[in-house]
């Protein structure tokens, strides 16, 4: 069959029942976690951008918050107009090779009785660091205990200096039933937009947790955008008619990591059918929009990112 590309009016219906899909997901999801699901807000080491109020929502909606080294500079900056805010927001844990934690900032957290850890590898990011540490810290009773036994305070909490974190990980999942994890949902701001090479390591990381940890649902709040993947093999993105009146903008089917086909989508301003998409041809679904009135379905022959443009100013009423 050959390729299709026509061209919707601003609203259509689309029937979800009709859709024969392997995933579902909620748009509003991305940010404010199903109950059921465990929850993560990463910070990453970029300046903290978006509306104090949205922060203070999505901290608390969250069960872990969890500070990629640097990263707990830039909260306490953004936490800087009142002592108080600053001490009802503490992260669980802070993580890193600590190069970038200045130690005022580190002592103010340590004095607060905030978990540091120390890693020194060079041969893994920060950010992977606290993907290992949160996959523990719900995962595995025997880091839970090394944690809260106080003898280890010292002692960078009975973790090994360099790659402990690694290590304790690599050998949980050995034993870890992938099918009987309850999925993570890992919301993480910062990691898009600052440097070029973190931003692309951010982006390896909606793949790599994709494949080899799947119950991660991973996603990039920016100023400007949600990022996350889409599977293969057809996903139902839903979402409330307002909420994406009012907080939805344009959005993009990238092909970062491969070239694929997209074998269906239904629902966008731009519907396509088997439309291969590459960035080495150039030919990407860029400034597409969601027209179907409550949700959108996308099948692609492999795994593809999806950013979609959001206004920051008004999220906070739907949350
Ligand atoms: N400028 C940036 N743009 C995007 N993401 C960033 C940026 N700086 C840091 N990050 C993210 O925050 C994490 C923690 O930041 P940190 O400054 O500790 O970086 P790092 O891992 O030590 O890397 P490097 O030593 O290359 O700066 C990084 O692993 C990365 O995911
Ligand atoms: C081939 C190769 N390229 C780069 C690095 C450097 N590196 C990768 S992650 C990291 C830690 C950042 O905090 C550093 C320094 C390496 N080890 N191996």
Redesign the pocket.
Same mark, same amino acid.
């Given at each position: 069959m050959g390729e299709e590309c026509v061209e919707n009016p601003e609203r259509i219906e689309i029937d979800a029942d009709l859709i024969k899909s392997r995933n579902k997901m909620n748009l509003k999801e991305l940010i404010h976690p199903n109950k059921d699901e465990n929850s993560t807000l990463l910070i990453?080491?970029?300046k903290i951008d978006i509306p104090k109020p949205l922060f203070y929502k999505i901290w608390t909606l969250h069960d872990l918050k969890v500070c990629? @080294?640097?990263?707990a500079n830039r909260l306490y900056d953004y936490l800087k107009d009142d002592e108080s805010i600053r001490t009802k927001y503490l992260p669980d844990y802070i993580i890193?090779?600590?190069?970038?934690?200045t130690e005022k900032v580190f002592d103010y957290y340590k004095r607060n009785k905030v978990i540091v850890i120390k890693q020194t590898t060079?041969y893994s990011?920060?950010?992977?660091?606290?993907v290992n540490l949160i996959s523990l810290h719900f995962n595995s009773p025997k880091f839970r205990a090394l944690i809260s036994n106080e003898n280890n305070h010292q002692s960078n909490h009975g973790i090994e200096l360099e790659k402990g974190i690694h290590t304790l990980y690599n050998t949980m999942t050995k034993s870890l039933i992938f099918s009987k994890v309850t999925p993570i949902s890992l919301l993480?701001l910062?990691?898009?937009?600052?440097?070029? @090479?973190?931003?692309i390591?951010?982006i390896t990381?909606l793949y790599t947790l994709s494949e080899n940890a799947s119950y991660f649902k991973l996603s990039y709040m920016t100023p400007t955008d949600l990022i996350f993947l889409i599977k293969k093999n057809g996903t139902l993105i839903e979402y409330d008619p307002h909420f994406r009146k009012l907080c939805i903008g344009n959005c993009g089917l990238l092909p970062i990591g491969e070239a694929t086909v997209i074998k269906e989508t239904r629902g966008l301003k731009w519907d396509v059918k088997n439309w291969p998409t590459s960035v080495v041809n150039g030919r990407v679904s860029s400034s597409n929009r969601f027209v179907g009135e409550n949700c959108c379905f996308i099948e692609t022959e492999h795994d593809i990112i999806l950013n979609v443009e959001i206004f920051v100013n008004r999220l906070i009423d739907f949350l």
């Open positions: 990453l080491n970029q990629a @080294d640097g990263a890193g090779d600590l190069d970038s934690l060079q990011t920060d950010f992977t660091k606290c993480a910062g990691g898009i937009g600052g440097r070029f @090479d973190q931003t390591h951010s990381q």
